[in-house]
DNA sequence: CCCCCAATAT
DNA sequence: GATATTGGGG
């Protein structure tokens, strides 16, 4: 209900969105030994759970009915409130377009890949906030740079995700960043060519409001001075 | 091989 | 329009 306008899926593939409030802080500090020193275990723990947006559920006041987790999930993979994304692909069929209402579920990685077994089929990557959110926070924290697509990929650990995917988003990131930054004197300073999609902003709260949300290692850490 | 960027294609 | 893919160069 109210999933924001989701493409158009064909299987079953959707996403979770969570609304979530985005701190802008800067922690440079000391998470070096994240950012080098990943557990090989934790790195390669593919992250695809589908789950209710936190501050839907929060805000309707209902629990976190996870119900439809997989089988085997149930709790391992589940610390915060937020933690997790989900690739949401889109299906491009050739033409024809139909308003459809689709919701839920993840994506699985290629299918067809290496091997030529065939069948694979490819499909658009949506960024959706979220996951471009935490495609932001590992740019920043890995420094411009190590911010190159493998480490990006592997320090998102999105299941999916590929280089490829990261690559072609850095670089309208890269673009976006150059365009923003000297442009402060811009006379018509452009909007974010970015996503301007659906809000990812809850209804703006006045003071102590600090609603955590920190997206990030889900998998082992949680301190990372998430503020 | 990987990265980067520009251009182009879907 | 957003992503993917390609091509040239480092």
């Known amino acids: 209900m109210l999933s924001p306008r989701v493409v158009r899926p064909q299987p079953h593939d959707g996403a979770a969105s969570a609304g979530s409030s985005s701190s802008r802080r800067h922690m440079v500090d000391r998470v070096s030994e994240w950012e080098l020193g990943l557990p090989s275990a934790a790195e390669l723990t593919p992250v695809s759970q589908p789950l209710i947006p936190p501050a839907l559920a929060a805000a309707f006041g209902i629990g976190p009915a996870d119900a439809l987790s997989s089988p085997v999930d149930a709790g391992f993979l589940h610390d915060s409130p937020t933690s997790h994304l989900t690739l949401r692909f889109d299906e491009y069929d050739e033409e024809d377009e139909e308003e459809g209402e689709g919701e839920t579920d993840d994506a699985a990685a290629p299918g067809g890949r290496r091997g030529g077994g065939g ?58 960043l150059k365009r923003s930054s000297p442009g402060a004197a811009a006379p018509a300073p452009p909007p974010p060519p970015f996503f301007p999609r659906f809000d990812v902003q809850r209804p703006h709260q006045d003071s102590a409001n600090r609603s955590g949300y920190c997206a990030y290692p889900y998998v082992s850490y949680q301190k990372l001075g998430c503020d």
């Open 119 to 176: 069948g694979g089929k490819k499909a658009r990557m949506v960024w959706t906030p979220e996951l471009h959110h935490r495609f932001v926070e590992a740019v920043e924290h890995l420094g411009e740079k190590g911010a190159v697509p493998k480490a990006i990929v592997r320090l998102m650990n999105v299941d999916g995700l590929t280089r490829e995917n990261v690559a072609s988003h850095l670089q309208k990131y890269r673009l976006y």
